[in-house]
């Protein structure tokens, strides 16, 4: 087939590049320029501002949209790109902020107020992609980890737990997260636009954890002794991520609709052990 990803730069762009030339399909990127990223022999690169249009004629089996973040990005999308499916890149956070879990593809999306902006633009992009009439398929990841992540998730708690740190979990640190690892929405990136399956994907692992748990559980992964202390004043909707890179609030869904794709998710712990070994270990050592 013939894909363009916009985006693609960072984390999990270039191992979804690498897995869709791998399988044979013909690959255009499309962003900014500003990352030097060392693409498979056969991509082609545009770079270009989203902004300011696109002007890309080719016709595209699939397009594969990695960072809009407004019913404005998504609509120039359609205005500008000849492609006969969308796949965009949504969130779990744009479901309706519940006390029900897990969530499900059917839960409301609407306001969550922890996530702020971001969950109202990502709504605006389904909202937009609804009324389209044109097949789409949306994924709606959890948090997601792995090497190589750009966001400071990982190297922050394993950096304040190798260094002696005091780690200060918002609030009772006891309300239950959910991640996945990046290889796993590469995975089920790709099994969507092979597929060209419409509808909403939750996008998570099998397990949730607390963010209690969780800091522990690095720790016993770094082979350090965890200093914890909790703090009331950034609990819910008050979280900081300057001082811990996820907030006191459960947020954990359902996977059922992936995995009957075939999209397997592996273990939270064996994961972070694995990615620990192959990059954490050097990246964070004191």
């Not at 984390?11 to 320029?33: D, I, K, Q, W, Y």
């Not at 597929?195 to 559980?217: K, P």
């Not at 703090?231 to 001082?243: A, F, L, P």
Request: net charge neutral.
């Amino acid at each position: 087939m013939k894909i363009l990803i916009i985006g693609g730069s960072r984390f999990m762009g270039p191992l979804l590049v690498e897995a869709l030339v791998s399988r044979g399909h013909t690959v255009t990127v499309f962003n900014r320029g500003t990352r030097k990223v060392a693409l498979p022999k056969g991509t082609t690169a545009v770079v270009g501002d989203r902004t300011m249009g696109f002007r890309i004629k080719d016709n595209f089996d699939v397009v594969i949209d990695t960072c809009a973040y407004t019913a404005e990005h998504v609509k120039r999308v359609f205005e500008d790109i000849h492609f006969d499916y969308y796949l965009h890149i949504g969130t779990a956070s744009s479901y309706q902020k519940s006390h029900t879990f897990p969530l499900t593809e059917q839960s409301p999306l609407g306001a969550w107020p922890l996530w702020g902006e971001y969950n109202v633009g990502k709504r605006a992009c389904e909202a937009f992609l609804k009324k389209s009439a044109r097949p789409y398929g949306v994924i709606r990841p959890v948090y997601i980890l792995g090497k190589n992540n750009h966001l400071s998730r990982e190297n922050f708690i394993y950096g304040a737990l190798r260094r002696g740190a005091t780690v200060k979990i918002p609030g009772d640190g006891l309300a239950l997260i959910q991640f996945v690892f990046v290889e796993s929405v590469v995975s089920s990136l790709v099994t969507l636009a092979e597929t060209q399956t419409e509808g909403a994907f939750n996008c998570c692992g099998s397990e949730a954890i607390t963010l209690l748990g969780l800091v522990e559980e690095m720790a016993t992964i770094a082979g350090v002794k965890s200093v914890i202390e909790f703090n009331q004043k950034t609990n819910g909707v008050e979280h900081d991520e300057q001082e811990f890179p996820f907030a006191n609030e459960h947020f954990f869904c359902t996977n059922q609709k992936l995995k009957a794709l075939g999209v397997e998710f592996s273990p939270l712990l064996r994961s972070l052990e694995r990615d620990y070994a192959d990059y954490y270990e050097a990246v964070t050592r004191p």
